[in-house]
């Protein structure tokens, strides 16, 4: 690929590579620009946000200088190469600049230290001269946090600290230049020759003292996190097609994590707009129970252990806490956040707005977050795994309280303002009953489970009368209507449903709601949003579990090939021209995409 021009200060969505520790993630554009980078975590107001505020959002940049070059004659946009990949079973990226005048390598890292996270943020940037001479340039230029504070660069007797809010923030440098230290900046320009070696790093921390670590410690821990990420990879189970795109898909789950908990974002970014109009920006940057119980699903069939035990034991106190009205979504320290949005004064990316804190999710009722904690309890256990005596009571209180539940209205899988009775969220109780009559057979609840059994059938006759029709050929969004909803799939996966009722449902969402191998979520979205990605990846799934294999392959094909130049995917894809829309990295399309690949290989 070559150096693409910024468009009013933004690139597009495909443009960026995701880095991280297990505490926060950073945005790295292709043109060498970190555009998004929260400190010290994930969920942090972003220091560096030029992603959704090009003029005030602040950035780390670091690339070919195009001014020293065009003075030497070179057009970047057309004589500037770029290419881009992670260290093999890493999170850590080197781009390679090839120019007229010579190659450069810069390689990306937000760092770990020999046991995991730092207790301070450490983003380094390596670079190193291949052949030539390579003018280069760098920038650190702190945002407003989202329009919330003013950054200023204070002079002490150990160099310039920028100040933003309660973020104190150092640049450590070796052989970059002097540092051109403005009111609100540090610059510098260094030129890179055959076999140099150069470093740029940004340290933080925050309402906390500012660690100030020598050049030779952050390449250290450079070397530390590669080696760490490769441990981790090195014990996935996995040995079939698509190994390189499961690989990365878990990396992503992994970055995702938040260490200090155990928990999973749903994506590590707010209010990338899931239309090009605006109105539908969401911030992702909480813990679903539906997307970590989905994440546990997949790295389970990995035979992941350690991340595994740590996410399922956040979700089962989390359940204990909250039983029987269970949250839909949780802070990723645990917290129940506020329920409602602030909207932020912020362009947002392209201008496109709002940029909004916070989610109204929050207080939902979602009958199926029920089935998920339920399966992924049954997993845990047959994985050879025990419970203890106070998750099991929790859990039979549940399953006694999923008995009364599922009756009600509620609002889906895709968070509705209208609660209705949904045949995936009744799907979802089918589900919870059912892995809890496995529990309690297997000797894992207590009490009796006659009437889950009971129950569970009441559920599936329901389902039959009021989830089907026979005029579609397939199951319908929710009771009453002839409308479709592509989350009815992921019920193949469970093992409600995976005979003729389901292939027939198969066809009838792809022909009304697919756009090749992109599918909407549910009907009428083609006139509001792209096409849900994990939507696609579901219906390989599927296609695989009624018996469609051939079919199976050729959508998970065609799926794979819409990644960017890294293998990552965002929430949503424009049809139209397989633009990226919605936040990045999603957690719901990389977990569906490793359920997929897991499906069609027998695991």
Not at 117 to 140: K, N, S, Y
Not at 328 to 336: E, I, Q
Not at 457 to 467: P, Y
Request: aromatic share 6%.
């Amino acid at each position: 690929m070559t150096l693409e021009d910024r468009r009013d200060g933004y690139v597009d969505l495909r443009s960026y590579a995701a880095i991280g520790n297990g505490r926060t993630v950073a945005l790295v554009a292709h043109d060498g620009s970190v555009d998004w980078f929260p400190v010290p975590d994930l969920d942090s107001a972003p220091v560096f946000a030029r992603l959704l505020d090009a003029d005030h959002g602040g950035c780390i940049e670091l690339a070919p200088d195009e001014e020293a070059l065009s003075a030497a004659g070179v057009e970047v946009a057309a004589d500037l190469g770029v290419h881009r990949e992670y260290i093999p079973g890493t999170n850590v990226l080197r781009t390679t600049y090839s120019t007229p005048v010579g190659t450069v390598r810069v390689t990306d890292s937000v760092n770990m230290g020999s046991t995991g996270a730092l207790p301070w943020t450490e983003l380094a940037r390596c670079v190193e001269g291949l052949d030539g001479q390579v003018p280069m340039r760098w920038r650190v230029v702190p945002g407003t946090m989202l329009n919330t504070a003013s950054p200023w660069v204070q002079q002490t007797d150990q160099g310039p600290v920028i100040r933003v809010g309660e973020v104190s923030l150092a640049v450590r440098g070796e052989d970059i230049g002097a540092h051109d230290a403005g009111p609100q900046t540090l610059s510098g320009r260094f030129t890179s020759g055959e076999g140099t070696e150069h470093l740029l790093a940004v340290v933080g921390t925050a309402a906390e003292p500012l660690r100030l670590p020598e050049p030779h410690a952050i390449r250290r821990n450079v070397d530390l996190s590669v080696d760490l990420w490769r441990r981790w990879t090195d014990l996935l189970e996995y040995d079939g097609p698509y190994e390189d795109e499961v690989r990365r898909s878990a990396l992503v789950l992994k970055l995702l994590g938040h260490s200090p908990s155990g928990s999973i974002a749903a994506a590590a970014t707010t209010s990338l707009p899931e239309n090009r109009e605006g109105t539908k920006n969401y911030d992702y940057r909480f813990a679903w129970i539906r997307d970590a119980t989905y994440s546990l699903h997949a790295l389970l069939r990995l035979d992941e252990q350690e991340d595994v035990h740590a996410a399922v034991s956040w979700l089962l106190r989390l359940a204990r806490e909250q039983q029987p009205r269970l949250h839909v979504l949780n802070r990723l320290n645990g917290h129940v956040p506020e329920a409602g949005t602030t909207e932020l004064e912020v362009p947002g990316w392209r201008g496109i707005g709002p940029v909004v804190s916070g989610n109204d999710a929050a207080d939902q009722l979602q009958l199926g977050v029920y089935g998920d904690i339920f399966d992924m309890a049954t997993l845990y256990v047959g994985g050879g795994n025990v419970l203890d005596a106070e998750t099991a009571r929790m859990l039979s209180g549940l399953a006694d309280a999923v008995c009364d539940l599922w009756i009600r209205p509620d609002a889906g899988m895709w968070e509705l303002p209208e609660h209705r009775h949904y045949t995936s969220s009744k799907m979802g109780c089918w589900v919870a009953l059912d892995r809890a009559i496995t529990l309690a057979d297997g000797g894992h609840l207590p009490g009796t489970d006659d009437r889950w059994r009971d129950e569970r059938d009441r559920i599936r006759a329901w389902i039959d009368e009021h989830g089907w029709s026979e005029e579609r050929g397939a199951y319908v969004m929710y009771r009453g209507s002839e409308e479709l909803d592509v989350s009815v799939l992921l019920h193949t996966i469970s093992g409600f449903d995976t005979g003729p009722r389901m292939s027939s449902t198969i066809d009838a969402l792809r022909e009304e709601l697919g756009r090749g191998p992109l599918l909407f979520r549910y009907s009428g979205m083609d006139a509001e949003e792209g096409t849900f990605t994990a939507c696609g990846f579901w219906c390989a799934a599927a296609l695989a579990l009624v018996g469609r294999r051939a079919e199976a392959r050729e959508q998970m094909d065609a799926m794979l090939a819409l990644a960017n130049d890294v293998g990552l995917y965002t929430e949503m894809i424009d049809p139209a021209d397989d633009s990226f829309l919605g936040n990045m990295p999603q957690a719901l399309s990389h977990l569906a995409l490793l359920v997929a690949a897991l499906t069609l290989n027998g695991q």
